[in-house]
Nanobody
Framework: QVQLVESGGGQVQPGGSLRLSCAAS????????VGWFRQAPGKEREFVGR????????YYGDSVKGRFTISRDNTKNTVFLQMNSLKPEDTAVYYC???????????WGQGTQVTVSS
């Protein structure tokens, strides 16, 4: 089992920045990828980006490409989502999730609210 805990959400003005954290614990050696997703009220869950645990490769959704960056602190098993140039449409609950090799994302955090508003 893998446990994920997100933190770092809050309210920020348009154009501002926030950094979300996703702390992994438990069987972290089984993690293949960590993904970030978001869900706004009344909308479907949207893929934000992902980080491959062993290769450190990243991939981003079109709506955040060039503004968001995913990285990892190896010593703390924590994955970060750095969000810059935030827009009101980035407002959502952000979730991190982890997958094992050849599986879908099966471990999910509790989510953290991000609100972009003036």
């Amino acid at each position: 089992q893998v446990q994920l805990v997100e933190s770092g959400g809050g309210q920020v003005q348009p154009g501002g920045s926030l950094r979300l954290s996703c702390a992994a614990s438990g069987r972290t050696s089984s993690i293949y990828r960590v993904g970030w997703f978001r869900q706004a009220p009344g909308k479907e869950r949207e893929f934000v980006g992902r980080f491959t645990w062993t290769t450190t490769n990243t991939y981003y959704g079109d709506s955040v490409k060039g503004r968001f960056t995913i990285s990892r602190d190896n010593t703390k098993n924590t994955v970060f989502l750095q969000m810059n140039s935030l827009k009101p449409e980035d407002t959502a609950v952000y979730y991190c999730a982890a997958s094992e090799p050849a599986t879908d994302y099966k471990y999910w955090g509790q989510g953290t609210q991000v609100t972009v508003s003036s």
